[in-house]
């Protein structure tokens, strides 16, 4: 029999069950709220490989995680990464596989990663107009994102979840649009408030909160809008569409906070574990997986991510940028 291994508790009791591990920095869109001006990748040697990502996915399984979600940086630009996908569908405990994406790539891989363990799919879509698109993502293609989500659907990475973040004055007037899209393929569109993470966009011009969208009329009419009872009221809640079909949630990491909740870590391309999406605080676990050192050592150094997790993640942000905006961290 196994031996029963402490689960991952922070330092407020918060249990930890979910990692969120990002495969790469590199993405082939720019997304101006996601990636900063500059360019600055880690090098091929930075950035852990399959079996150091999976020895770390599987040591924090056996203390309690069960839902890993794959990002990055666009983690479809990573080689292989479908083995990768193999690797870890496979290990003991990890019951919810995922990957969130940008969908631009996603026709070509959605049925290997449906055949290596795959079970579902976020997507990033904030516009469904090709000029809005090419100027939000620096010049990214809409088509094969639509195509993209079209063969998901096809080959049962549902159910799908769509990121749609909020752009005062770039996609404010579409969100209806985007929900009806949504309800006609039966997903769940996420609203979600954004969140100051890089210099490529004015944040304070920018920035729209849930609650004032759940006032629209155009929402309201789609929408079956209700205050979710206080235990419910946390970072992200999803209302039944008014079609009968689909989904819309609500995800406010800005105007209300649910730290209180949280139970995931973030794993950046280039090993450090990290405890909190605002807070800049991690810990490398490279000096245990390179040489290929003993678990008590990796196993040491995730116990101690896991012990700084702050109680809450406070937003900072000069507009100089950030050492690690989202695409470094992994959304
Ligand atoms: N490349 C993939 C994609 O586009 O979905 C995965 C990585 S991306 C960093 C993951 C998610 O983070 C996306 O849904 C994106 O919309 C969200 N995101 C990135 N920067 C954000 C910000 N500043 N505020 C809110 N959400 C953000």
Known sequence: MDAVKEPLCDSFGRKITYLRVSVTDRCNHRCTY?????????????????????????????????????????????????????????????????????????SRFARALKENGLKRLNISLDTLKEDVFRSVSGGGELRPVLEGIEAAIR??????????????????????????????????????????????????????????????????????????????????????????????????????????????MRLTSDGKLRSCLPADMDVDLRPALRPAGDDSELISLITKAVAIKPEMGVYTFTGEGRERSMIHIGG
């Open 34 to 106: 996601c990636a900063p001006l500059g360019e600055n990748h880690k090098t091929r040697a930075e950035i852990l490989s399959f079996d150091e990502i999976a020895r770390v996915v599987g040591r924090m399984a056996e203390r309690g995680i069960t839902k890993v979600r794959l990002t990055g940086g666009e983690p479809l630009v990573r080689k292989n990464v479908v083995e990768l996908v193999g690797m870890l569908s496979g290990i003991k405990g990890i019951e919810d596989l995922s990957m969130t994406t940008n969908a631009s790539l996603l």
């Open 155 to 264: 080959e049962g990475l549902v159910p799908i979840k769509l990121n749609c973040v909020l752009l005062r004055g770039i996609n404010e007037d579409e969100l209806a649009d985007i929900i009806d899209y949504a309800s006609e393929r039966d997903m769940t569109v996420r609203f979600i408030e954004l969140m100051p993470m890089s210099d490529g966009l004015d944040w304070k011009n920018h920035f729209v909160s849930i609650e004032d969208i759940l006032k629209r009329e155009d929402i309201r009419k789609r929408v079956d809008v209700y205050a979710p009872p206080e235990k419910d009221r946390m970072a992200a809640y999803s209302l039944p569409l008014k079609s009968g079909k689909g989904k819309a949630g609500f995800i406010s990491p800005m105007s209300n906070r649910f730290c209180h909740a949280c139970n995931r």
